[in-house]
């Protein structure tokens, strides 16, 4: 078992940066893939990043201004996002799986919510 706690939204202005931290519980947290997800408001959750030993991965729309990475010894992953968009606003959510970055993504934190105004 794993669980997930994010912390770090807020509101922020466009082009500003913000960066989320997930802490996880457990013992094996190295040998788990972490995802980033978002969830819009009225819009189906979408991938953001994962990071996994040594592969990361990033949608379309994030590459270049967010940056995924992890503390092992922590239990931690950040997302620093930099150039934020109104259309970054989002609720945001760690996950972990066991099995990689493409998933299945088998543990999901509560989420913290991200605004940023225009």
């Known amino acids: 078992q794993v669980q997930l706690g994010e912390s770090g939204g807020g509101l922020v202005p466009a082009g500003g940066s913000l960066r989320l931290s997930c802490a996880a519980s457990?013992?094996?947290?190295?040998?788990?893939?972490m995802g980033w997800f978002r969830q819009a408001p009225g819009k189906e959750r979408e991938f953001v990043a994962a990071t996994w030993w040594t592969v990361t991965r990033y949608a379309d729309s994030v590459k270049g201004r967010f940056a995924i990475s992890r503390d092992n010894a922590k239990n931690t992953v950040y997302l620093q996002m930099n150039s934020l968009k109104p259309e970054d606003t989002a609720t945001y959510y760690c996950?972990?799986?066991?099995?990689?970055?493409?998933?299945?993504?088998?543990?999901w934190g509560q989420g913290t919510q991200v605004a940023v105004s225009s």
């Open positions: 457990g013992r094996t947290f190295d040998s788990y893939a």
């Open positions: 996950a972990a799986s066991s099995t990689g970055p493409e998933g299945p993504y088998n543990y």
